[in-house]
């Protein structure tokens, strides 16, 4: 079964210090791994796709990564405004049009 | 551009009333359809996919049936509403046949009492 896990939960760091969201999964054959912002009450705005172990994405302070059997979520010195829940989510080849999310990372920045 | 509405943005109903929540695509034609579910402080759970009209797949077995009566409306429906379909319900479209990302709506939030 395909599934797809995030940690940790929450993270709380101090404006400036970085750290890593992690995202493993199992599934048959990853057509894709998507990552996600999320801020509170609204929908999920999208941020990165990854197809192939060994590529990187980046996009301002976040830079995405991709393994054989996880994705890393980097945070480069963060500022406030990057406090959401970040969700990770798989495209599986067995079945291309379903993607599944993992539970998700609540990241709080404090100034 | 493409867009996608979805309505109403909340909603609270008794238990054992019906329900029915929409959601339309603009200006893509026939894109994948999703209804999600988001239970508070909790990912994403995957309720119903459809590849087109009339197509769906359920993942969650319970009292919530789907429908796609024109290329870019999906209705999430129920007969009668239980207090554990309370959550956030997301409606998301992508590019058929692509490995491309979910576009979402706002959501609608739903609390049965």
């Known amino acids: 079964e395909d599934q797809v896990t995030q940690s940790p939960e929450a993270l709380r760091l101090q404006e400036g210090e970085s750290s890593s969201l992690n995202c493993s999964y199992t599934?048959?054959?990853?057509?894709?791994l998507f990552w996600y912002r999320q801020d509170p009450g609204k929908g999920p705005e999208f941020l990165f796709t990854?197809?192939?172990a060994g590529e990187e994405k980046e996009k301002e302070r976040l830079k995405a990564t991709l393994t054989k059997k996880e994705s890393f979520l980097h945070i480069t010195a963060p500022k406030p405004e990057d406090s959401a829940t970040y969700l990770c989510?798989?495209?599986?080849?067995?079945?291309?049009?379903?993607?599944?999310f993992g539970s998700g990372t609540r990241l709080s920045i404090r100034p | 551009s493409q867009t996608i509405h979805q309505w109403p943005a909340t909603l609270v109903q008794p238990v054992g009333s019906p329900l029915s929540l929409e959601c339309t695509v603009e200006?893509?034609?026939?894109?994948?359809l999703y209804w999600y579910r988001q239970a508070a402080g909790r990912g994403l759970q995957l309720l119903f996919y459809?590849?087109?009209?009339?197509?769906i797949s359920s993942e969650v077995p319970q009292n919530l049936s789907a429908s796609r009566p024109q290329d870019r409306q999906f209705i999430l429906s129920s007969k009668k509403l239980l207090l554990s379909d309370s959550g956030f319900y997301l409606c998301?479209?992508?590019?058929?046949?692509?490995?491309?990302?979910?576009?979402f709506g706002n959501g609608t939030r739903l609390t049965v009492t």
């Open positions: 998301a479209w992508s590019v058929p046949d692509t490995s491309g990302s979910l576009h």
């Open positions: 599934v048959s054959g990853l057509r894709g």
């Open positions: 990854l197809y192939s």
């Open positions: 989510a798989v495209q599986a080849g067995s079945s291309a049009s379903k993607i599944i």
């Open positions: 200006g893509t034609s026939n894109p994948n």
């Open positions: 459809s590849v087109g009209i009339g197509q």
